[in-house]
């Protein structure tokens, strides 16, 4: 097959590398989703772009054939979350290394370009310095973060050993429209959105001061383009961040003051294998990958709210 495969295409984060691709010029795109979290609602824009195979990537008879020959797969597909691979380690385990594991062998028995690997930033886990340098020592505090870097480890070694090009990218919390705000397990900010504009205050868990590098969703997917192209980069990891820091408080009452409320937060006990403050050095990324973030948070949270209403506002006419 000679278009990109997208794994967890149907994704808030997968969907926007699909787009991305797209508006690049790619004529068809493959996503593989076994749709646990995305959504075909994701992909409605694209959808006659978009060769959709619904299949878990543990079911490596059902992947090999959609990846063959790729020039390359960017694989998103996950259960990305660190609280629920705590109530939930075996699932995430089978999907975040062994799903992991069998799409790189596919990828590499199939004699794919190059794969781009979404990893995470919660390897790093408690650095004693900020910002956090790739060449910092992981120090992962959940199952989820083990996960991730076990996932990279292995990208690094089939660059070494079998010699599939591989690229990982430590995403820093991810935000931006279509992120799925509807579970515990949902990223922050959709948590936030979904608040805000019902007018009801957030659980925040420990007292807010906690911070993260907020990384606007198209940031990240058009810095996965530019990792699929870059030149002299297999078997590494690169940051993919925004270089920002912001606490949970800071954007609580930037979004209060946008949407001119006053709503106080409620604060809960901490979240086990929460990491306290996150903020990516960029150095290396924008040197070997050109990466170069474009959306400030306010800009990200000013779309991400656009989008968040346009839905309230679709789903009370229907
Ligand atoms: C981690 C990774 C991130 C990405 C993500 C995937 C770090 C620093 N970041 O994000 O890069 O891989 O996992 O899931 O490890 N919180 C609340 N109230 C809520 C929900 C969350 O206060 O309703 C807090 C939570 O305790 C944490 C912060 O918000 O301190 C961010 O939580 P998250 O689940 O959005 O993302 P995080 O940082 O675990």
């Known amino acids: 097959m000679s278009q990109p495969v997208v794994t967890g295409g149907a994704g808030f984060i997968g969907s926007a590398v699909v787009r991305a691709l797209i508006a690049e010029g790619a004529a068809r795109v493959t996503v593989i989703d076994n749709f646990a979290t995305g959504r075909r609602a994701n992909l409605k824009e694209v959808a006659g772009q978009v060769d959709v195979l619904e299949a878990d990537l543990c079911d490596y008879e059902s992947i090999a054939p959609a990846v063959e020959g790729a020039p390359v797969v960017f694989h998103l597909a996950a259960i990305p979350s660190v609280p629920r691979s705590i109530t939930e380690p075996v699932l995430a385990h089978r999907s975040n290394v062994d799903g992991t594991f069998n799409l790189l ?35 992962p505090k959940s199952p989820y973060a083990a996960q991730k870097l076990m996932g990279e480890y292995y990208a690094s070694v089939f660059a070494e050993c079998f010699g599939l090009e591989t690229v990982s990218l430590r995403f820093f919390n991810v935000f931006g429209p279509r992120q799925d705000p509807s579970s515990p397990y949902s990223g922050v900010l959709s948590i936030f959105m979904k608040c805000i504009l019902e007018r009801r205050p957030p659980t925040i868990y420990g007292d807010g001061e906690q911070s993260r590098d907020f990384t606007y969703v198209e940031d990240v997917a058009a810095l996965c383009l530019k990792a699929a192209q870059a030149g002299d980069v297999s078997g590494q990891v ?30 809960g006990p901490p979240r086990a294998g929460d990491v306290r403050h996150s903020q990516a050095d960029l150095s290396a990324a924008a040197a070997c990958l050109g990466h170069a973030p474009r959306f400030s948070l306010e800009e990200g949270l000013r779309r991400t709210l656009d989008w968040y209403r346009a839905q309230q506002f679709e789903t009370s006419k229907s």
Not at 244 to 249: A, E, K, Q, S, Y
Request: glycine share 12%.
């Open 238 to 267: 690169f940051n993919a961040g925004n270089g920002g820091r912001f606490t949970l408080n800071q954007v609580w009452r930037m979004l209060c003051e946008i949407e001119g409320v006053s709503i106080e937060p409620v604060y």
């Open 105 to 139: 062998l596919a990828a590499q028995r199939g004699g794919v370009g190059r794969v781009v690997y979404a990893a995470s930033s919660s390897a790093y886990g408690d650095t004693e310095v900020l910002p956090k340098t790739e060449s910092m020592a992981p120090r």
